[in-house]
């Protein structure tokens, strides 16, 4: 999984904003901090469905780029990229039996399938843990 640096600016009475200076048409907005991770993985993933993404740099360039946006406020946001490829495929996991039971229970409560509730639930594990 590749990770790309976003600069991440907030001025007062705004949204949180994110810009990506590896994917220089890559930007996005959360007027809440939680919300600015699965925003900007949103719009990384976007991106990468309509043009081929040059590699991540390191954090060190991005550092360097962003030295004087920092020294104003700004930070840096690691940003996992999770494709939307539109296709499924079959995998086979395995795990204890009274957790897949609870698995079951849980997506059965919020009406989805067993394999709807784990996608979700891996895709919140990375959004909390870039």
Do not use: W
């Amino acid at each position: 999984m590749s990770i790309y640096y976003g600069i991440v600016h907030k001025d007062t009475d705004s949204a949180y904003g994110i810009h990506f200076p590896d994917v220089p048409l890559c930007f996005s907005a959360a007027d809440e901090l939680e919300d600015l991770l699965p925003n900007a993985m949103e719009a990384l993933a976007i991106s990468a469905e309509y043009e081929a993404l040059p590699e991540p740099s390191k954090i060190e360039s991005i550092r360097d780029l962003a030295e004087e946006d920092i020294s104003e406020g700004a930070f840096i946001l690691a940003v996992p990229l999770v494709s939307i490829l539109g296709r499924t495929v079959r995998a086979n996991v395995t795990m204890d039996a009274g957790l897949l039971e609870s698995l079951d229970d849980a997506a059965k409560q919020r009406k989805l399938t067993r394999s709807a509730f784990i996608a979700q639930a891996v895709r919140k594990e990375i959004e909390q843990r870039p």
